[in-house]
C-alpha cells in the first residue's frame, strides 16, 4: 500500500512538471508572435518594409526574414522621412493655437485603391499624371495593362478613379487604419515653377489664361492691352508671384490644387503616411511602393521625360526676376512645405 502511495505522488509530480511545461511552452510562443506583430515603439512605426503587414499580406509580397536585408535600406529611408514629417507636425502643432478636424471634403485628393489596398495621396506637378495612370491599371480589373496607353487627359477624368471622400464616415477611417498610405512631394519652389510654366506659358491650357491669367493681368498689370486683358494668355513671372502673395488671393478661397502647398491638399499631421516618395528619386520610390503593394513583377513606374522637366537651375532664373521681398514671402508661403519634407532652403533665395 505504501509503495503504491508514493507511485502515486511521484506519477502527480510528473503530471505537474508536464503540465508546467506545456503551460509554459505556451506562454512563450504567444509572447513570440505578439512580438513578431508588435510596433516597434521607438519611432513612429516599425522598421518593417510594411508598416501594418499581416502574415497573409507578407506570403502574398514574397516577405519573410531572409529577404529583409534587400528592403532594409530603403525601409530605413522612408522611417526616416515619417519621423522628419512627425516631428515637424509636433513642432507645428506646438506653435500654433489652430486646431481642426478633417472634414470628407479635405480627402478629395485621396485616391483609394481596394484591391490592394492603397491611398495615394496626388500632388499635381509631383508626377501625378503617371501615378493616376497606374492607379487606373491597378484598379482597373483588367482593363488596362500598360499605364502609358492611357491618355493624360483620360486619367484626370475624376470618374475613372474612386476618391476617399466618396465613402462613409466608418469607411473613411477603416480606410485610413488599414490600408498603406503614400504620397509624393518635391522641391516646392521647382514644383511651383513647373506649374506656372504648365498652366502659364503654354497656349493650349487656355482655360488657366482666362480663369486666372485676366484675373491676374487686371490685378497687377499697369496699361495692359485689351487683348491681354481678354486673354490672360501672357501672365509673367513676377505677376504671378505677385498673385500668390497677396493677402486678396487668400482671401478669395483655397489657392489652386497646382501651386497649393502639399501641407494642405494632403493633411500629413493628420494623416499619417506609410510612405513618403520623392520627385528627385521618383523611379526608386514609387517602384518600391508597387512592391510593397504586390504587383512589383507585373507593373512598373513609367520613366519620365527628363529634358522637359523643371529644374533648380532653371528655378533660380525665374527667381532672378522677382524682388527679395518676394522671395521672403513665398518662402513663408510654402515654408511648411519645406521644413516638413526636409528640403533646404535654395542658395538663390534672397530674404529680407
Known amino acids: 500500500m505504501k509503495q503504491t502511495l508514493l507511485e502515486l505522488m511521484r506519477m502527480s509530480r510528473i503530471c ?9 511552452s505556451f506562454i512563450l510562443v504567444i509572447f513570440y508572435f505578439q512580438s513578431m506583430f508588435q510596433p516597434d515603439r521607438r519611432g513612429q512605426e516599425t522598421l518593417w518594409p510594411h508598416p501594418r ?40 502643432s506646438a506653435s500654433s493655437r489652430k486646431r481642426r478636424v478633417l472634414t ?22 509631383v508626377a501625378c499624371s503617371n501615378w493616376k495612370r497606374v492607379m487606373m491599371v491597378l484598379t482597373g480589373r483588367g482593363k488596362y495593362s500598360d499605364p502609358m496607353e492611357i491618355p493624360s487627359n483620360e486619367a484626370h477624368v475624376p470618374s475613372n478613379l474612386k476618391y476617399l471622400n466618396q465613402y462613409s464616415i466608418a469607411e473613411i477611417n477603416h480606410r485610413l487604419k488599414s490600408y498603406l498610405k503614400f504620397l509624393f512631394v518635391r522641391e516646392p519652389f ?21 480663369r486666372f491669367g485676366t484675373k491676374i493681368v487686371r490685378r497687377y498689370r499697369k496699361d495692359a492691352t485689351q487683348e491681354a486683358l481678354l486673354n490672360g494668355a501672357d501672365v509673367k513671372f513676377q505677376e504671378f508671384a505677385e498673385y500668390l502673395v497677396d493677402p486678396a488671393t487668400q482671401r478669395d478661397g483655397p489657392l489652386n490644387e497646382h501651386w497649393q502647398t ?7 499631421c493628420h494623416i499619417h503616411y506609410d510612405l513618403v516618395g520623392k520627385y528627385e528619386t521618383l523611379e526608386e520610390d514609387a517602384n518600391y511602393v508597387l512592391r510593397l503593394a504586390g504587383v512589383g513583377e507585373s507593373l512598373r513606374f513609367p520613366t519620365y521625360a527628363k529634358s ?19 522671395h521672403s514671402q513665398l518662402f513663408q508661403l510654402y515654408k511648411l512645405d519645406f521644413l516638413m ?9 534672397r530674404l529680407d
Do not use: W
Open 308 to 326: 522637359t522637366r523643371t529644374t533648380d537651375s532653371m528655378t533660380a532664373q525665374f527667381f532672378s526676376n522677382i524682388s527679395s521681398q518676394q
Open 53 to 92: 503587414t499581416p502574415p497573409d499580406r507578407a506570403k502574398q509580397e514574397g516577405y519573410n526574414p531572409t529577404h529583409f536585408s534587400e528592403f532594409s535600406s530603403a525601409a530605413i529611408l522612408h522611417q526616416a522621412r515619417r519621423d522628419h514629417v512627425a516631428e515637424s507636425c509636433r513642432a507645428q
Open 262 to 268: 502639399v501641407y494642405q491638399l494632403c493633411h500629413p
Open 104 to 125: 470628407p471634403g479635405d480627402l478629395k485628393h485621396l485616391v483609394v485603391d481596394e484591391e490592394h489596398e492603397l491611398i495615394y495621396c496626388y500632388v499635381p506637378k
Open 16 to 24: 505537474r512538471m508536464v503540465l508546467a511545461t506545456c503551460l509554459g
Open 190 to 210: 521647382e514644383r511651383l515653377v513647373s506649374a506656372y510654366r504648365n498652366k502659364f506659358t503654354l497656349k493650349y491650357n487656355s482655360s488657366f489664361h482666362r
Open 341 to 349: 519634407f526636409n528640403y533646404s532652403m535654395p542658395s538663390y533665395l
